[in-house]
């Protein structure tokens, strides 16, 4: 059986299984709102097993996976270590015993998730984080072009990069976005921060030591490129954000109205074999990437997102991406069946 | 272009904070295609404010 592990709203894990049942590829999808209990974990000198059991009602036992798919999220395991109602006389008691039933539990999970990555698999829990950091710099490592980068805690570096950059830079999170709601007078509001441009007026609101804050050089561009990379294999289109102030910054402030122009675009061969290095060193089957081609005809490394949503590729470039993702989980199962 | 709305974080927070926390702009209201983004990268919905505090500091965590 091929297991997938996704969110219960992923649109992109549900075509995929269209075509799974299509090809008659026997699968079983766990969401990270699923319940999931161990129910075993037999360690001996002639075998490992375990059997877990999800929403109280299917039970999976190790050797019936073949391969895995890493889609998004995570296992779910919703043991409470909240103590605390029964130590209200020693504080520091419930927290040493919550602190020490996480790490109990950290260790099931993590050698779950050490035996999902043994099967074939696209993909892995430990390689979901998008971590711009340790990506940027095993890019340059590899002749990739990356924007020169400072992450800084005082004011005055920051006021120096600024400095040697006269095109302006811009501030993001070194992570993947994140968004929150508010709710005041019962008027709620959703929030998200996107690529920003700082300007010498910002710089004086800032406080002078802060939070370790990524900076980047703002790159000129023709336009950016969404890839797609599957298995040895990118899936290109470029976007022309640029010429629209809406999108200019960052294309995922859409401009409903008028959307970006979004092309099928053939990447050179070079650059895929550097990106195929790429993703081999950071452990990556798929993730979608993005880059800058500059008027200067340069293409500069932004960033990997492992888990991020192709579906705007697909539709854009007219790749069949859920298919393809679909026929390659087929063929990791169909191998790893015959062996 | 529509003008943005500035999430305003309490001051003396704000200095513990990465600089593009003074960067977070309002979404949604308009924009549905951003909202269904919001929702299929699972960080929503943010039911009430203890969730977005939670998500919080849990992409705090992740960054250090």
């Known amino acids: ?339 | 272009m529509k003008k943005k709305k500035y999430h305003k974080f309490p001051e003396a927070l704000q200095q513990q904070l990465p600089l593009y926390y003074y960067y977070f702009e309002a979404i949604g209201e308009t924009d549905t295609s951003l909202q269904s983004r919001v929702r299929f990268h699972g960080s929503a919905p943010l039911q009430t404010n203890r969730s977005a505090v939670r998500n919080f500091y849990k992409h705090i965590s992740r960054m250090l």
């Open chain 1, 1 to 339: 059986m091929l297991l997938i592990l996704t969110e219960a709203f992923e649109e992109s894990t549900d075509l995929v299984l269209e075509w799974l049942l299509h090809y008659k590829i026997p699968f079983f999808r766990i969401n990270q709102e699923d319940k999931v209990t161990l129910q075993e974990m037999n360690i001996s000198n002639e075998a490992f097993s375990f059997s877990i059991v999800v929403n109280d009602a299917v039970s999976i036992h190790a050797n019936e996976i073949t391969a895995f798919w890493y889609r998004r999220g995570f296992l779910h395991t919703p043991y409470s270590y909240q103590q605390d109602h029964f130590f209200t006389d020693n504080p520091q008691l419930a927290k040493d015993i919550n602190q020490n039933l996480y790490t109990e539990l950290q260790n099931l999970k993590q050698v779950l998730y050490e035996y999902l990555d043994n099967r074939a698999h696209i993909n892995s829990f430990a390689s979901r984080n998008n971590n711009k950091l340790q990506h940027l710099q095993l890019a340059a490592g590899l002749g990739l072009k990356v924007p020169h980068t400072l992450v800084c805690t005082q004011k005055a570096n920051l006021r120096s990069f600024y400095e040697q950059h006269p095109d302006g830079i811009i501030v993001k999170p070194n992570s993947s976005g994140f968004f929150f709601k508010t709710e005041e007078e019962g008027i709620t509001e959703d929030y998200a921060v996107y690529t920003n441009c700082i300007s010498a007026d910002d710089l004086e609101v800032f406080p002078d030591d802060f939070f370790p804050t990524l900076f980047q050089q703002k790159l000129s561009k023709q336009f950016e490129l969404r890839i797609f990379y599957l298995q040895g294999k990118s899936y290109a289109m470029a976007i022309f954000s640029q010429q629209d102030k809406q999108t200019e910054l960052d294309f995922r402030r859409y401009n409903i109205a008028r959307p970006n122009r979004n092309v099928p675009f053939k990447l050179p061969a070079a650059l895929q074999q550097k990106i195929k290095q790429f993703m081999k060193q950071v452990g990556l089957g798929s993730g979608s990437l993005d880059m800058i081609y500059t008027p200067e005809g340069d293409y500069y490394f932004l960033e990997v997102n492992p888990v991020g949503q192709y579906g705007f590729t697909g539709a854009a470039g007219n790749y069949p991406l859920d298919q393809l993702i679909a026929l390659h989980l087929k063929q990791q199962y169909e191998k790893e069946k015959v062996s």
